[in-house]
């Protein structure tokens, strides 16, 4: 397979040394990392559809990016194209994953009908190249957002026919996921919010999609789906307000309709910040919650109100990210996928590798810098100290449910209080200095 990216051999380590910038400085895959390898830790995913489908075309512009499909103009030929240049990329990239919509690997056809004929037809020739390049499926998903009938939804729609053609969808999606080995699959409610609420009834269009996600269960269940189902939280764009906020809007969403058991959630760095958080807000929220599931690792600009989906290079970031990882005890089933897409000028062929050497060179350091503060103890130890009352005395007691707010008032009135300070300033220079 040299046929798309002729220039770029396998790209390797060659440590933090090396000036050529087709080779990691830090990603070593078989390298180990306390008790796994670092591929097994960071377990990278390519996205289809940002470096398949990508075209640089914005609100503002047409397209910018060259690329080896071009010249193709029927829609099949092309995506067949597409899938031989995407698993000459990703064997060339090295890594283990990739993920996909449903509409990022085949094109519509004029019918329901064509439209899955497109898809077997692809997802055959996938399966071939999955099976020569040893390249596995992290998750698979259903596009119902990019159609016109989705314009007020897809399981919040207020038009029943659209929630029935959105479950057709994704009753196909998860059969072509299951085919592909996928370890997990994705709702991501693309356009499942309000635009307004003079026109909105929030109480049914959210009870619908909890219906949805129902009889998601119940299908996943009978075709023997043994794959995680993941919700992934944003909480505006394309809708003003999306359902799906963030962590904790999710988690009392799916506590409401009973279904935290069914499913995880997959954490995206982008959707994090445009929510008012922090990345490692959500993913610690998720962790606290046995809900960490996957990642979709990208990073926003904060200058920029939008889901800029830029790769992930900051490094602070990746180090936070891969600390919450490393507590989650991973990420398994789920990995770090960049949902991620290099910018308009960055329009050769060749950024794309630039692209995601520079997300996994980020997130290799982060893991290294991560793992050393924890073998370390730094924030352990801290906690540890910090939160001490509560293992002795009548902390201890509160802990254990054993007082009330008499026995306190007792407490309180014989007892002066003395507060610590937080250092701060003294951690985030102990911070710098691992990093
Ligand atoms: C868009 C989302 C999307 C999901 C998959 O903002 O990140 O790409 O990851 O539907
Ligand atoms: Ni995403
Ligand atoms: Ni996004």
Redesign the pocket.
Known sequence: MNKFFPDVEAIKYEGEDSTNPLSFNHYNPKEKIGDKTMEEHLRFSV?Y??TFKGDGSDPFGSSTMQRPWDDIKDPMEKAKIRVEAAFEFMSKLGVNYF?F?DRDIAPTGETFKKTNENLDEIVDLIQEKMDETGINLLWG?A?L?DHPRFMNGAASSPNADVFAHAAAQVKKAMEITKKLGGENY?F?G?REGYETLLNTDMGIEQDNIARFFDMAIDYAEKINFEGQLLI?P?PK?PTKHQYDFDVSTVLAFLRKYNLQDHFKL?I?G??ATLAGHTFQHELQTARINNALGSV?A?QGDMLLGW?T?QFPTNVYKTTMAMYEILKNDGLKPGGL?F?ATVRRPSFKPIDLFYGHIAGMDSFARGLKIAHKLLEDGVFEDILEQRYKSYTEGIGKKIREGKVGFEKLEEYAKKNEITNSSGHQERLEAILNSYI
Do not use: I, M, Q, Y
Request: charged share 35%.
């Open positions: 996205a559809w940002h993920c919509h998903t596009c957002f994705v991501w693309g992934e944003k764009e997959n995206e982008n959707h979709d990208n889901d989906d996928n949902d």
